[in-house]
């Protein structure tokens, strides 16, 4: 690894480990969201063949012509289902787009549940026939491995373990697969992910076909981040920071330029934004607020700041 300032643990522990394991991974977690904001994670239950597959079907899609891509691409859904274009998405604060486009696939839900009428239905690319489920498999793979790092860090707040178990099942989130393409010239502003801090409760990241993700640290440097081989990195969302007050930490993060001798490479990355039920109440825990750490955010829904970050990121008019 790069970096060693970007703990990491085995979740192993927490899944399958005595009670003494499983209390060391709770601290180990909490302490690493509480200082850095960001993990890399062994043992996360994401099967490897799932997360190759699928950067297989998506280098086939990103390999299409543009008019072809563009069949899949709706613009009334703010991005949220299927295709979207080069340079529509911009990170919050900036006016340069980022230079990417990305694919994104929502839930699927399956028992009945009214949430279900939120949902648009996920764009189905027609011309790849294993996509669809390729993806699937690693969308619920995702789930069940971001669901078990809630349940540990819901046990550093002390709250119940279940805490966050409802407010999940059949969450709002979003498995996107990214293609950052070649660069053809001298960019203007814009790099290909500008600094932001991601939106949802947390976020799984399964590697990316070459570097570029860095974090900023305390101190405000600029630190390169490489997971181990096996590894995936996590890191908070807003929605999470909002929640405790501040205390667990949504870091800025970037994806930079490659040096000018790999401007003709494109990158790809595969990260699964994991949100809650949009009723979920993000008010801040009562016991994430004291003297020293005093209120910072009004009470808000996870689907009232979402439709609001959406709006500031240019994919929601």
Not at 178 to 201: C, F, T, V
Not at 303 to 313: A, C, H, P, S, T
Request: hydrophobic share 35%.
């Amino acid at each position: 690894m790069a970096v060693t300032s970007i703990p990491a643990v085995d979740l192993s522990k927490f899944a399958n480990g005595n009670e003494e394991q499983r209390k060391e991974f709770i601290a180990e977690l909490g302490k690493a969201w509480k200082d850095v904001g960001f993990v890399t994670v062994k043992n996360h239950g994401v099967p490897d063949e799932y997360i190759n597959a699928f950067y297989t079907q998506v280098k086939r899609f990103f390999e299409f012509d543009t008019k072809t891509k563009l069949n899949y691409e709706d613009a009334e859904n703010a991005g949220q289902r299927g295709y979207t274009s080069f340079g529509r998405e911009h990170a919050k604060g900036f006016d340069a787009p980022d230079l990417k486009e990305f694919w994104q696939m929502g839930q699927e839900v399956t028992d009945g549940d009214e949430i279900r009428k939120e949902y648009p239905s996920n764009i189905v690319v027609d011309l790849l026939p294993d996509f669809e489920e390729i993806g699937r498999k690693l969308y619920t793979a995702f789930e069940k491995s971001g669901g078990l790092l809630l349940q540990a860090i819901a046990l550093y707040l002390d709250l119940d373990e279940n805490y966050f178990d409802a407010n999940v099942h059949n969450g709002n989130s979003i498995l996107r697969a990214i293609h950052y393409p070649p660069i053809q010239g001298e960019p203007k502003s814009s790099i290909r992910a500008e600094q932001h801090e991601d939106i949802n409760l947390i976020t799984l990241l399964a590697g990316a076909s070459a570097e570029g993700l860095q974090v900023k640290d305390k101190d405000g440097n600029w630190v390169s981040v490489n997971a181990p081989e096996g590894h995936l990195v996590i890191n908070v969302g807003d929605m999470l920071q909002r929640l405790t007050n501040n205390v667990l930490r949504s870091t800025t993060h970037r994806v930079v330029n490659p040096p000018r001798e790999m401007w003709h490479t494109s990158r790809y990355s595969i990260p699964f934004f994991l949100h809650p039920r949009s009723n979920m109440d993000l008010t801040c825990l009562d016991i994430c607020i004291t003297e020293d750490n005093p209120l910072s955010y009004q009470p808000i829904t996870s689907g009232e700041y979402l439709d609001e970050r959406l709006r500031e990121i240019g994919l929601k008019k």
